[in-house]
């Protein structure tokens, strides 16, 4: 589709590009307020151990450098989202422009210390200096002697995100806290603050709870914040990713592993949810039709540039780029209107009108049309162009779409079956066929005996469902290129080989790409973050696919020392069996004589072909019968 375009010959953008509905396509913009607790016991370090250097860091203290961490991706990686920092049982007050001296606050012990806004460098090196400097944050975070009410931070948080993000499609509120019963009996405050989460949750904002154990008990949802935080159905599509376990108290030399558990549960709730496309039918039968949509769980991710930047002044500014069509003779400038577009053919230059070119592109409405049913040993593991796209139902268009969707998507694992599709992604987008594969936890995998598809869903961070998978067309299938004088390695060596290959398995034989960030992506954004921040720039990158050579060598290096001797001998014995004396393919060592030789024995003349000739099919499957296609020039 988009990405299509980077493999087209130069100068032909703008003549092949399909015009894009952006409408088909939905982005999230995304606002989070951290609310974090300030109390005695969130503001005690973890509990010493004997024998070993006890952490210093607090739960407050690990959430407001979890925060500074968010925020220093989120201001390269994700520029137009808002973050804010809200703290709540502090001694002093602060809501915008209020403060202490006011007088008459409206929301008393709570401390906004970074306003919902999209954060900038700025914001990002003064909770860096809150959570470095012991002195200011000693000064600030003090705990209050008075409780403070659920209800009165939660009405602080809805008027924030009613001012600051009114019309953001995701706002998400992060609650990090130890008291699992802030109001003890007090019913009416309990009350009161299930009135205002109600309010949130009606204003679209969701709650996500990240609760810290205390060393002597468990945290206790039930006791206050199950009134607090909704649990979202399984089969809502919006619904976020699901709160882990309790994060218990870092036990480590400097609290890393409770800063490392929070970071790593926001982290994964912080990526955007994008949609490939939205409503789009589903069409089972004639008449029959229910809404779906669709989304890439995997895309590569490459470093982006969001815009340019002019240097040449005082200060730098954000440049808008405008587009100007010259004629090449005159440079005079090309109005739209005098432009037209062009396809070659025979040399000639074809004229079509933009409401031809728009006919020439439209194959029809987007939709998902099944035509047939097939057993899914017929679908090959090479048979994949594209990443396959998932698809959920969606109860906007077609009531009932997500109970006839469970249904197919039941029906074809049962009966081990895929569909074949005819997809239309969006208006003007080519036709592809598709395989709409039913995939599950417990889907089998690929095997040598029984070469099919291996389920997208084999992995656990795969959603089971149906996806789409495009199939190639006759075009795109190359054929073979020829393997003579193959090579096969004796039983013995394979078996020796089987073994330095048992000790090298990854744990649970499963790779996690999770445990694996691209080191240049990272590196990319290191560099920009330092400079952003104008801190100093790194020496070099963290790359953890670089292999444990010392790990290989304990574990399967005698194996692989075994193999290559026998692999010397087993060299050596084929050697002398006149092994040698066939030329290797590819090796670029064939002699004139073989040149000059055909399949058959005898010397065959070369075929030359003038430069600008063009050979037809008909001469080009003589030449193949007759094997001289590798003797052009």
């Known amino acids: 589709m988009a990405e299509d375009n980077k493999w087209r010959p130069p100068g032909e953008e703008d003549d092949e590009e399909e015009e894009v509905d952006e409408a088909a396509y939905k982005t999230i913009k995304d606002a989070i307020l951290f609310v974090v607790e300030v109390s005695q016991s969130m503001l005690t370090g973890p509990p010493s151990t004997d024998g070993k250097k006890t952490g210093t860091d607090s739960p407050t203290s690990a959430a407001l450098k979890c925060a500074y961490a968010l925020m220093q991706q989120r201001i390269i990686s994700n520029p137009n989202d808002m973050m804010g920092l809200l703290l709540y049982g502090t001694e002093k007050s602060k809501f915008n422009d209020e403060d202490d001296s006011s007088g008459n606050l409206a929301y008393p012990h709570c401390y906004l210390l970074n306003d919902l806004d999209i954060p900038a460098a700025e914001d990002v090196k003064a909770l860096k200096n809150l959570v470095e400097d012991e002195d200011e944050f000693n000064e600030l975070i ?16 809805n008027q924030i995100f009613t001012t600051k993000a009114p019309n953001f499609s995701s706002r998400r509120l992060f609650i990090v806290t130890n008291d699992d019963d802030p109001h003890g009996d007090d019913k009416t405050a309990k009350s009161s603050a299930a009135v205002r989460a109600k309010d949130l949750y009606d204003l679209g904002v969701i709650i996500e709870l990240f609760p810290i154990s205390k060393p002597d008990r468990e945290f206790d949802k039930r006791k206050f914040y199950d009134d607090i935080v909704y649990n979202q159905l399984p089969t809502d599509p919006e619904a976020p990713a699901p709160i882990s376990a309790a994060t218990k108290p870092s036990s480590t030399s400097d609290g890393i592993s409770l800063l490392s558990s929070l970071l790593s549960n926001i982290s994964s709730k912080a990526v955007a ?4 496309f939205s409503n789009l039918p589903l069409e089972l039968g004639p008449g029959l039709q229910i809404s779906v949509k669709g989304f890439i769980i995997i895309k590569r991710q490459e470093p982006k540039r969001s815009c340019y930047v002019y240097l040449a002044d005082e200060k730098a500014q954000i440049a808008t780029g405008v587009t100007t069509q010259m004629a090449e003779e005159s440079a005079r400038t090309v109005q739209k209107v005098e432009i037209k577009k062009a396809y070659k053919f025979g040399g000639a230059q074809i004229l ?6 728009s006919q020439l592109r439209n194959f029809g409405d987007p939709i998902i049309r099944i035509i047939g049913f097939k057993p899914m040993s017929m679908l090959p593991v090479w048979a994949n162009l594209k990443p396959a796209t998932f698809i959920y139902p969606s109860e906007e268009n077609f009531v009932g779409s997500t109970r006839v969707f469970s249904a197919l998507w039941q029906k074809l694992l049962s009966a081990k079956k895929i569909g074949i599709a005819w997809f239309i992604a969006r208006k003007n987008a080519a ?13 089998s995998t690929t095997t040598a005996d029984d070469e099919t598809m291996n389920p997208p869903s084999d992995h656990p961070t795969m959603p089971q469902g149906l996806y789409l998978i495009p199939l190639p067309y006759a075009d795109d299938i190359r054929q073979n290129p020829e393997t003579t004088h193959v090579i096969r390695a004796p039983d013995s060596l394979v078996d020796r080989m089987r073994t330095v290959i048992g000790q090298l398995h990854l744990p649970k034989a499963r790779f996690d790409p999770a445990k694996y960030p691209n080191p240049a992506l990272q590196w990319h954004y290191r560099i920009l973050q330092a400079m952003a921040l104008e801190e100093n720039l790194p020496e070099r990158a963290e790359d953890k696919t670089v292999p444990r050579y010392k790990a290989i060598d304990k574990r399967a290096g005698e194996y692989v020392l075994e193999w290559g001797r026998e692999l010397e001998e087993e060299h050596q014995a084929w050697v002398k069996e006149g092994g040698a004396a066939a030329p290797a393919p590819g090796s670029g060592k064939r002699g004139k004589a073989d040149d000059d030789e055909g399949r058959d024995g005898k010397k065959t003349k070369r075929v030359k072909v003038e430069e600008g000739d063009v050979i037809d099919d008909k001469e080009m499957r003589q030449m193949v019968k007759k094997g001289t296609v590798g003797k052009l020039k």
């Open 142 to 157: 003090v705990p209050s002697d008075e409780k403070v009410a659920m209800a009165n931070v939660l009405f602080c948080a």
């Open 273 to 276: 949810r994008r949609a490939l």
């Open 352 to 357: 079509f009108s933009p409401e031809e070119i």
């Open 431 to 443: 036709p592809v066929l598709a395989a709409l594969y039913p995939s599950s936890s417990s889907s």
